[in-house]
């Protein structure tokens, strides 16, 4: 891909990359950057972008990816615990055993799932993705990913209604 048609594209592409990288961070300003990082990755491979199926979805794709990179990177903080929280937090370790219990069964019961269930409810509960974004980024119908995401969330039930039996 030379040059100007790389350019065209990123004009075309830039709104919409925009508009998910600001629902995803919130801020205008990580926006932008988020965007500018979007369009240097794919400058990056442009020599393969003729290759690839859909460079919209690739593109939502590294858009998304850089976000949740973002989203991690923000949630570690390290902080000093006060007294009152280190004396809350000895009471409630059965509790918070039990959460990381609960925890570990949902994330194993979720990799048990079917691959292309386990992507399609990760996309939609994790990274917040409309039905029409999942379908676009996956290249399939609306249709199957509802499909998809009723199956994944009736076989999760069934096996929480096993477990607590």
């Given at each position: ?39 240097l ?10 290759e ?16 949740i ?21 000895e ?75």
């Amino acid at each position: 891909m030379e040059k100007e048609e790389f350019c065209t594209l990123a004009r075309q592409l830039r709104a919409d990359i925009l508009a998910v990288s600001r629902r995803f961070l919130g801020s205008q300003a990580e926006a932008e950057d988020n965007v500018q990082d979007t369009l240097l990755r794919l400058w990056t491979i442009r020599a393969q972008l003729d290759e690839v199926r859909s460079v919209q979805a690739l593109t939502y794709a590294i858009c998304r990816n850089l976000c949740i990179s973002k989203l991690r990177k923000r949630r570690i903080v390290a902080m000093e615990l006060s007294n009152e929280i280190r004396l809350a937090s000895e009471h409630d370790s059965q509790w918070m055993l039990e959460e990381k219990e609960n925890a570990q069964w949902l994330e194993d019961s979720i990799a048990g799932l079917p691959s292309a269930q386990m992507q399609i409810l990760r996309m939609s509960q994790q990274d917040g993705l409309e039905n029409s974004e999942i379908a676009e980024v996956l290249g399939i119908s609306e249709t199957t990913v509802r499909t998809a995401l009723c199956k994944a969330r009736k076989n999760l039930l069934e096996r929480l209604i096993k477990r607590n039996q």
